[in-house]
């Protein structure tokens, strides 16, 4: 089955600074790439998602890389806030509408 | 207002006794999920369903069951033969082929 690890677990940087998260899968066939956002006591928040016809997307502060030749995927947020801390999931899936393989999650930190 | 709703938020539970987990949507959503999540620890699928009368499992069904009589509705119940019940417990749905949404989550603690 597809295996999908995340690197850092955590990670800490001062507000305005650019934080990267990166993710690996197994799976040749996953072709859908999304990441969540969850806070304390709640559930995951859907922040961007990329599929595999396509290197990279934008969303303001954030932007996603993928790498197929290399099955890996990356988040960046940049100019960090306070408001961005939070633990950050990546997942893979061979067809979105099905089943997500998660990673373990990055804390993300932002002080002031 | 629109959404999926989990109810109820805490739940506390004796060794032994089955318990019922509660999932709504009112989006419409063909799929629904239940995922585990266990401190610092991704999510792990538990069961799916892509069609109300069928439901697949996931890569920790034991110990669990799942019902899909109505679009709209997933229950999860927690049998006493799951050996390490208390998690955060997370449902979430999706129309095919599109993203997943999920609910506030219900938390579980058997003592």
């Known amino acids: 089955g597809e295996n999908v690890e995340q690197h850092p677990s955590t990670l800490s940087v001062q507000e305005g600074d650019s934080a990267v998260i990166k993710c690996t899968y197994s799976?040749?066939?996953?072709?859908?790439f999304p990441w969540y956002k969850q806070e304390l006591g709640k559930g995951p928040q859907l922040i961007i998602d990329?599929?595999?016809?396509?290197g990279e997307k934008k969303d303001q502060r954030i932007a996603v890389t993928l790498n197929k030749t290399a099955k890996h995927f990356s988040l960046h947020i940049t100019e960090t806030q306070p408001e961005d801390s939070a633990v950050y999931f990546c997942a893979a899936s061979a067809y979105s509408g099905y089943a997500l393989n998660f990673g373990k999650g990055t804390s993300l930190l932002v002080t002031p | 207002d629109g959404g999926i709703t989990q109810s109820p938020k805490y739940l506390f539970r004796k060794e032994g006794q089955n318990v019922t987990l509660s999932c709504e949507q009112n989006l419409n959503h063909d799929a629904m999920y239940w995922y585990r999540q266990d401190p610092g620890q991704g999510l792990r699928l538990i069961y799916y369903?892509?069609?109300?009368?069928?439901?697949q499992k996931g890569d920790i069904a034991e110990g669990y069951s799942v019902s899909r009589e109505k679009k709209e509705s997933f229950p999860l119940t927690v049998t006493s033969a799951q050996k390490n019940p208390t998690a955060f417990y997370l449902c979430?749905?999706?129309?095919?082929?599109?993203?997943?949404?999920f609910g506030p989550g219900t938390r579980l603690t058997v003592t």
């Open positions: 369903s892509q069609i109300v009368n069928d439901f």
């Open positions: 799976d040749s066939a996953s072709n859908y």
């Open positions: 990329i599929r595999s016809n396509v």
């Open positions: 979430a749905s999706s129309w095919k082929g599109a993203e997943q949404y």
